[in-house]
């Protein structure tokens, strides 16, 4: 069976439009999240980019970048403060200088036992199943995937056609 594209007629009210669910829903999640790391002294950006430290130490910026979606002129002001916060080392490649490689320094690790309440908390706080949560990241992965496709196309279609 072949799915055809929804067409819309008509303009749509703000409680039917996908990305005032998507704005509005993060919204709530940044506020959810922000007492919770305020106890840890770091933003939610911040917590991202320890999350991914945590689960890969050592990385690479542009890692970190393409992990976190982010561009370097974004990630490394934000590797600077941790940094200067003492939860992370920044240390220039002796093979390619242009490459600087993130490290979680001890105290940086030690961050990481307080995170796991951060994610009990939130997991309690959807008053959703484990397995449902998972469905729906899942779903917003292939959402976020397609419109960074669609949003890319364009871009690709300069580079071809200069």
């Not at 970190?64 to 403060?81: A, G, M």
């Not at 995170?115 to 706080?125: F, M, P, R």
């Not at 469905?135 to 419109?147: A, C, F, P």
């Amino acid at each position: 069976m072949v799915e055809t594209r929804p067409t819309i007629n008509r303009a749509l009210k703000i409680n039917e439009l996908l990305c005032f669910s998507l704005y509005s829903a993060n919204h709530a999640m940044n506020r959810l999240y922000k007492p919770l790391l305020l106890k840890m002294g770091l933003t939610y950006p911040q917590y991202l980019a320890m999350s991914a430290l945590w689960e890969n130490d050592d990385q690479f910026v542009g890692a970190l970048c393409e992990k976190l979606h982010l561009e370097s002129n974004t990630l490394t002001p934000l590797l600077k403060r941790l940094e200067l916060l003492g939860y992370v080392k920044r240390k220039r490649d002796l093979k390619d200088e242009r490459k600087v490689k993130v490290s979680l320094t001890k105290s940086g690790r030690r961050l990481r036992h307080e995170a796991k309440e951060v994610s009990a908390c939130i997991l309690d706080a959807t008053g959703m199943s484990e397995k449902k949560l998972l469905k729906l990241k899942k779903t917003i992965e292939v959402l976020r995937e397609n419109l960074t496709d669609t949003a890319d196309a364009p871009k690709q279609n300069e580079k071809l056609s200069a």
